[in-house]
């Protein structure tokens, strides 16, 4: 059951290298949620001030867990 549900968010979200700045983390994140990725970029900075280890933990499993795009 949590392998079809990792399945389903990998296959949805996905690093975006080409216009990330560290990982493409934000990058992809913003791809998924139809936006510019300054205000995702802008949104974990904000979050790592108040919340700085949940912030980077976060980053560093979905920079380990995500796939990169596909190239078209």
Request: positive net charge.
């Amino acid at each position: 059951m949590a392998n079809s549900t990792l399945n389903r968010i990998r296959s949805r979200i996905q690093l975006d290298s080409r216009n990330g700045w560290i990982a493409g983390v934000c990058a992809g994140l913003a791809n998924f949620l139809d936006t510019d990725p300054a205000f995702v970029r802008v949104a974990v900075v904000v979050s790592g001030l108040f919340f700085p280890k949940v912030t980077v933990a976060a980053y560093l499993i979905a920079w380990l867990v995500l796939d990169e795009q596909r190239k078209l």
